[in-house]
């Protein structure tokens, strides 16, 4: 399986707030593929998440957006100070809900009242999900500790932080079967700071001695006269697989490799074996950091 990493919130005031909600929007798009694939399996129903939005706004009028009552629940995320916030919308929480009493072919809407605690418990499962899939994205950033806290039926009533304190919120749209609803995470624009990273990170955490190299435009940067571009590929793993096997796979289907996630990918050009490279993010983008250069036959 190849596992990618996007490293880094660059929340810096340098960069601005364009570039804080591409980073954001980027690493998150991949999480909401996960988390649907987790809750399908879970239910083993279809269920689909996408990214809808990323918005810087102050605390209030994220609160004002909020239907009541809902499922809002207050998260704690060690060793950070700052609370996390994650509203589910209760017209797509019931249908979840449902699934996992065994149900699911009634149509008619959901009940419009605040959870039972019967009902608290089962979402706190979904909440899990949504937490465990949020730990891996951010993972290589920081080893976040990611905990509920609380679950409150109206948000209002949750005073977490100043109405006009800067937050980011991420929203998602759930869907299952016919059912949509919206799920969204709220960070204090604070403590996506204390998770900015430097430019380049890679899989092992280490950071480069010297600034990356990037591959776009040698004019840029003054650097002489244009040279042809060549093509560069970059090998995560290979593996053998039996055409049977090819000929069945389907989405979400996993494909296991010998390749562990730390080792080094190999970097072709022109089809040719050239360097050993390490997995990264840079300025919010997929990169490589090259380790080692491929020894030829001919200089063995």
Known sequence: MVHETIRG????????????????????????????????????????????????????????????????????????????????????????????????????????????????????????LFLRELHHAWENIADLKMELLQVESNPRLSRVLPSDEMVVVIGFVLTVDNRQGMVRLCLPCRMIEQLDTKPMTTEDGDHPSSAPVAFENPDAGGLGPRSPLVEMEVTLASTSIAACDLQNLGVGDIIATETTIGEPTMVSIADQPKFHAKL????????????????GPEET
């Open 9 to 128: 919130f660059p929340c810096g005031e340098p960069l601005g707030r364009r570039q804080r909600l591409h980073s954001l929007r980027t690493l998150h798009t991949a999480m909401a593929d996960a988390f649907g694939e987790a809750v399908s399996t879970l239910l083993r129903s279809r269920v689909e998440m996408r990214l809808a939005n990323v918005d810087e706004l102050t605390y209030g009028e994220f609160v004002s957006q909020l239907e009541t009552p809902t499922c809002f629940n207050l998260l704690r995320a060690e060793p950070l100070e700052d609370r996390l916030m994650l509203d589910l919308e209760l017209s797509i929480l019931y249908p979840l809900i449902d699934r996992l009493l065994g149900g699911g072919d009634e149509d008619e809407p959901p009940p419009h009242r605040a959870l039972s605690d019967i009902e608290i418990s089962l979402a706190a499962r979904i909440t899990q």
């Open 280 to 295: 990264g993010s840079y300025q919010g983008r997929k990169a490589i950091r090259v380790t080692e250069v491929v020894q």
